[in-house]
């Protein structure tokens, strides 16, 4: 089936920083999706990418729907430590038609 | 509701007892999955409902998990003979199409514990 590439799998980094992450696929999806999981909570949609090329910010963090269709990258900037927790991607639409998969997250922790 | 919600939100079950969890989706949602997630980890994919089609079972690691969903809405996800290793939490995730939009949000999960 489809997989998504998602790196790097874990980042510790000091209070500040800024981060960055990135999935890939080796399929066109029309759709990517960026979330994050809290401990003992579910993932939370952060940032919805529908179009090729596409640059979307909420807040600190921006993320881009890359121009091949293939991969798209998450970046956090001026890390707080309530940035922790698990990072997710996702992308459907293409041949998957409407089903979502799912990269493996990227755990990150922040030094205060 | 406003949001997906799974039951029981923690479960502990004996080794070789069955177990049922419960997932009401986003109402109007034609997608629903089931994912597996062990502490610390990625999120396993279990299964997947779209609508009226045969669901992709592609991810239930064994005969013993089964999941159906009754009416286009609720689903169950059942494990039987429950064994140490499925011990994780388990999500529910619903999505649905708005033109080109897909979004999928989770529920909070269901901690399994066998012991």
């Known amino acids: 089936g489809q997989q998504l590439n998602q790196s790097p799998q874990s980042m510790f980094i000091q209070e500040g920083e800024d981060v960055s992450m990135n999935c890939t696929s080796s399929?066109?999806?029309?759709?990517w999706l960026w979330y994050k999981q809290d401990p003992g909570e579910g993932p939370v949609l952060l940032i919805a990418?529908?179009?090729?090329?596409e640059l979307t910010s909420n807040g600190r963090l921006t993320a881009q729907f890359g121009i091949t269709r293939k991969d798209s990258f998450l970046n956090i900037s001026a890390s707080i430590p309530s940035d922790v927790g698990i990072y997710f991607c996702a992308s459907g639409g293409g041949t998957s038609y409407g089903k979502l998969t799912f990269g493996q997250g990227t755990i990150l922790t922040v030094h205060p | 509701g406003a949001g997906v919600s799974q039951s029981p939100s923690n479960k502990v079950t004996e080794k070789g007892k069955d177990v049922e969890l419960r997932c009401d989706p986003i109402s109007g949602h034609t997608a629903l999955y089931w994912y597996r997630q062990s502490l610390g980890q990625g999120l396993e994919f279990l299964i997947y409902f779209q609508g009226n089609s045969a669901p992709d079972k592609s991810g239930l690691p064994s005969d013993r998990f089964s999941a159906e969903r009754t009416g286009g809405s609720v689903s169950t996800l059942t494990i039987q003979r429950t064994q140490q290793e499925d011990s994780a939490v388990y999500l529910c995730a619903s999505s649905g199409r708005q033109g080109a939009r897909t979004e999928a949000f989770f529920g909070q999960g269901t901690r399994l514990t066998v012991v």
């Open positions: 399929s066109i999806f029309n759709t």
């Open positions: 990418l529908y179009k090729a090329g």
